[in-house]
T-cell receptor, first 116, second 113 residues
Framework: DGGITQSPKYLFRKEGQNVTLSCEQNLNHDAMYWYRQDPGQGLRLIYY???????QKGDIAEGYSVSREKKESFPLTVTSAQKNPTAFYLC???????????????FGDGTRLSIL | DAKTTQPPSMDCAEGRAANLPCNHS???????VYWYRQIHSQGPQYIIHGLKNNETNEMASLIITEDRKSSTLILPHATLRDTAVYYCIVRGNYGGSQGNLIFGKGTKLSVKP
């Protein structure tokens, strides 16, 4: 089935450690996104990518990094510089044009990151 | 900040229609109304979106008022699996991060047997 796969579902990080969250889509979508959700809160945009080898910072990019070497993959690295990384991380994709299209974003089931 | 206002919670009897309201009085002419829902510990699920005409798909119907200042999501025959938080989002075709999805607090819909 077509969709967005995030892994792992749960992830634990030690202080000072970088961790990478995986996001893969087989929908042939051009645009991909990373959001962060804190308990009882809405989603906040971390990074987005319109096309392969291109990505842009969202509203809360500090302490995070991404790459987009393949159309289907958009991994997110949470670095040690991110002081409050405990959150629910959501990856999404849309057909085209990032925010220049009315096409909806479709989400994966998320990765829950916790600090040990 | 979210551009929409939704009631914090609603109840619905199983098998009945669930009508979820949303106010978006400051909506601009090129902004669409999107509805998503989120079941606990899962990612948001896209339901439907529209600009000014009413829309229907296999999941729901979206009714947008003529002045576009409010809308209603209709789940025609609610089931227990429809229990979730429902988000109404207004978004335009802006370039860059200004066009991202801004999720507010949503409406927690509880479908009861």
């Amino acid at each position: 089935d077509g969709g967005i796969t995030q892994s792992p579902k749960y992830l634990f990080r030690k202080e000072g450690q970088n961790v990478t969250l995986s996001c893969e889509q087989n929908l042939n979508h051009d645009a991909m996104y990373w959001y962060r959700q804190d308990p009882g809160q809405g989603l906040r945009l971390i990074y987005y990518s319109q096309i392969v080898n291109d990505f842009q910072k969202g509203d809360i990019a500090e302490g995070y990094s991404v790459s987009r070497e393949k159309k289907e993959s958009f991994p997110l690295t949470v670095t040690s510089a991110q002081k409050n990384p405990t959150a629910f991380y959501l990856c999404a994709s849309s057909i085209d044009g990032v925010f220049l299209s009315n096409q909806p974003q479709h989400f994966g089931d998320g990765t829950r990151l916790s600090i040990l | 900040d979210a551009k929409t206002t939704q009631p914090p919670s609603m109840d619905c009897a199983e098998g009945r229609a669930a009508n979820l309201p949303c106010n978006h009085s400051t909506i601009s002419g090129n902004e669409y109304v999107y509805w998503y829902r989120q079941i606990h510990s899962q990612g948001p699920q896209y339901i439907i979106h529209g600009l000014k005409n009413n829309e229907t798909n296999e999941m729901a119907s979206l009714i947008i008022t003529e002045d576009r200042k409010s809308s209603t999501l209709i789940l025609p025959h609610a089931t227990l699996r429809d229990t979730a938080v429902y988000y109404c989002i207004v978004r335009g075709n802006y370039g860059g991060s200004q066009g991202n999805l801004i999720f507010g607090k949503g409406t927690k819909l509880s479908v009861k047997p």
